[in-house]
């Protein structure tokens, strides 16, 4: 992958220009470059993030976190939190956050993106993903003794086999997984046997974006070998405005206003600028070229070019809690590592020798959960009718998230996830384990919005609004009704083999609701998975969003948003396989107009 001189990158002329190398920017941008036909330009805040062990080695993920690679957003305090604010981690070099990230890759139900195109967003429905899904992949299949030790099931049909992210399962498996598969299915939790083809409820061994020939992450870096010496990629470039020209009393954008070592720059684009800064950065871009509320506008003192309501607005995240326990002793995990450089060196060792062991491995033991197979009936009937009665979205979207929360089987509305270690051991001669649960369809809703006053490269303020009013009262029940079936498949055996003692919570916690509800609140993070802020709109349109079916940002001609930020619902899954499928589809709607 090659990057480009400022002054390289300022001679040319470009029929795009892309803001955000990043998992969607440079999947768009290599796309668009790939048949020769146009000049694109990549402009990237971050560095290059390619060949760091940080970043390269599987086990390693997490390592990145707070160092020059990771933005370090925090929200604003959230009242509904006691007053606390929360980290927002997010990419910032080539690749964006898939450089960062944790390297699980799954898809939601079918159900979720047909939501999407409920809405009125045509063309974005399961059917109509399932090609760009396979597009961006290549899926190693696990050799056959792994597949049936470990009981590896999936559904090859459904995956792509010559895209340019590479997805294997783990090599290596914890005897672990085995009880964790078991425990899950004696509490009626079935195995999946087909968990990326439009359900993803139950249990299964999960796929990882790591390239099992070299056992390295996979990302979006590696889209852009597609491409050739058409594409230009400018790093440590910090977009500042999108540059709006007047055209026939509406605007177009012709280009782009950028940093780049204190310096300021302007770069045209013939055809089309295309923002792909992610959920956090997209909407303060448009709200610093003019586009957005003019509430928030005037009240930062920028002038209004577009009344764009939706911009910021609808940012939807999933919550999540970890646990805590003391497993037993005979499990290896990362954290023998962590406290035995001997054994550290010897797996670096292994690594670098075979691309095998401890280091190359991911966490792979994952389950949908719907939420009818734990709340018992009466409970969920109260939590309908509380959906039932929330003001304040629209009709239509709330009609949707009813039936998100009636339905029995269509989707895991919980997921939870197991891993052995837990990274600092609280008492190095004992053994730990953590699992993750995280609420699928939040009902709290916030928004990120500029600065009230904004100065250049200033981080935008987040305010998810976790718990916050009659629909975070809804996510609260949820996550306590969740905790306690956390508490049952922490006890399910065989599992229960592997967990010797709960840790945090203490298993005290449980005999009093309020007491599970103060630790929800003080112990909610994120699962960082935001989407939303500049939506598809739908059948609202522009009140309902900032872009429409085909992604170009409502009263502006030129301009389109592709990113996580699109996304008018959240979805039931880690999202970096489904920001990859946007990114595919926006691509070849871009080509189809461009044709036109
Ligand atoms: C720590 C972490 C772990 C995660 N784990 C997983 C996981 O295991 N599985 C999964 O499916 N999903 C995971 N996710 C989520 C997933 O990786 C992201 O949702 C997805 O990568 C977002 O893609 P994007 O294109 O929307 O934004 P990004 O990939 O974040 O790209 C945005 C890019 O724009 C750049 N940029 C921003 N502002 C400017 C500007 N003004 N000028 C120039 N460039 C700019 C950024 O530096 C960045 O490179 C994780 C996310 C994080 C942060």
């Known amino acids: 992958m090659q990057t480009v001189s400022v002054d390289e990158f300022i001679r040319q002329s470009f029929d795009f220009i892309i803001i955000g190398g990043g998992t969607a920017g440079l999947a768009v941008a290599s796309r668009l470059a790939q048949d020769g036909k146009f000049t694109v330009g990549v402009l990237e805040a971050g560095g290059t993030a390619n060949g760091r062990d940080d970043v390269e080695i599987p086990a390693y993920f997490g390592r990145s976190l707070g160092t020059d690679v990771d933005w370090g957003f925090e929200t604003a305090p959230q009242a509904s939190l006691g007053g606390r604010k929360v980290k927002w981690p997010r990419g910032k070099a080539l690749g964006g956050s898939s450089a960062i990230n944790f390297m699980t890759w799954t898809r939601a139900s079918r159900k979720d993106y047909d939501a999407w195109e409920e809405l009125g967003n045509s063309g974005w429905g399961w059917n109509d993903l399932l090609p760009f899904f396979k597009k961006t992949e290549t899926f190693h299949p696990p050799n056959s003794s792994l597949q049936i030790e470990e009981d590896i099931r999936y559904d090859l049909d459904s995956f792509g086999t010559s895209g340019p992210i590479q997805i294997s399962y783990p090599a290596e498996f914890s005897p672990t997984h085995r009880l964790w598969v078991k425990g899950l299915n004696s509490l009626g939790v079935p195995t999946n046997p087909a968990h990326v083809a439009g359900s993803n409820v139950g249990v299964w061994s999960n796929v990882t ?9 996979s990302f979006a870096t590696n889209y852009c070998s597609l491409a050739g010496s058409n594409l230009y990629i400018l790093t440590e470039a910090v977009v500042q405005e999108i540059v709006l020209d007047n055209s026939d009393g509406g ?3 012709s280009g782009v206003r950028f940093t780049h070592k204190g310096q300021e720059y302007v770069s045209s684009a013939a055809h089309e600028v295309i923002l792909s800064a992610g959920t956090i ?8 070229s003019g586009i957005g509320s003019p509430e928030v506008l005037s009240r930062a003192g920028i002038a209004v070019k577009v009344d764009s309501p939706m911009v910021g607005e609808n940012l939807q995240e999933h919550k999540a809690l970890h646990y805590i326990f003391e497993v ?8 023998d590592l962590n406290l035995d450089a001997n054994l550290a060196a010897a797996a670096r060792e292994q690594y670098d020798r075979d691309r095998a062991g401890p280091l190359a491995s991911l966490p792979s033991s994952y389950t949908y959960v719907p939420l009818a197979n734990f709340i018992p009936q009466e409970t969920l009937e109260k939590l309908y009718s509380r959906a ?18 009636r339905s029995r089987d269509e989707f895991g509305q919980v997921e939870y996830l197991f891993k052995l270690g837990v990274g600092l051991p609280p008492d190095n001669s004992k053994k730990y384990g953590m699992m993750f649960q995280i609420l699928q369809h939040p009902f709290s809703v916030g928004s990120i919005h500029v600065q009230p006053q904004p100065a250049s490269g200033d981080d935008p303020v987040i305010d998810p609004g976790h718990y916050h009013g009659p629909p975070g009262e ?3 029940e949820v996550m306590l009704e969740s905790t306690r079936f956390a508490h049952t498949i922490l006890h399910a055996p065989p599992f229960n083999d592997v967990v010797k003692q709960l840790l945090n919570p203490p298993a005290s916690l449980f005999e009093d609701d309020e007491n599970i509800k103060k630790w929800i609140i003080d112990g909610t993070v994120i699962a960082l998975h935001a989407v939303g802020t500049c939506a598809m709109g739908g059948h609202a349109g522009i009140r309902g969003g900032v872009v429409d079916e085909r992604l170009k940002v409502y009263g502006v001609k030129g301009l389109r948003v592709v990113d996580a930020s699109v996304m008018p619902l959240q979805i039931s899954a880690h999202i970096q396989s489904t920001v990859y499928a946007i990114a595919e589809k926006a691509a070849a709607m871009i080509l189809d107009d461009v044709a036109r």
Not at 209 to 217: A, G, K, Y
Not at 281 to 288: D, G, R
Not at 388 to 405: C, D, I, N, V, Y
């Open 281 to 288: 950065k997209s909407p303060q871009i448009l709200e610093l």
């Open 328 to 335: 037993d002793p005979e499990f290896k995990s990362t954290d």
């Open 388 to 405: 039932h009665a929330l003001t304040g979205f629209p009709p239509e979207k709330k009609a949707l998230m009813e039936r998100r929360l």
């Open 474 to 476: 809804i996510d609260l």
């Open 251 to 253: 605007f177009v954008a």
């Open 209 to 217: 974006s790591v390239d099992p020939r070299t056992m390295t992450r």
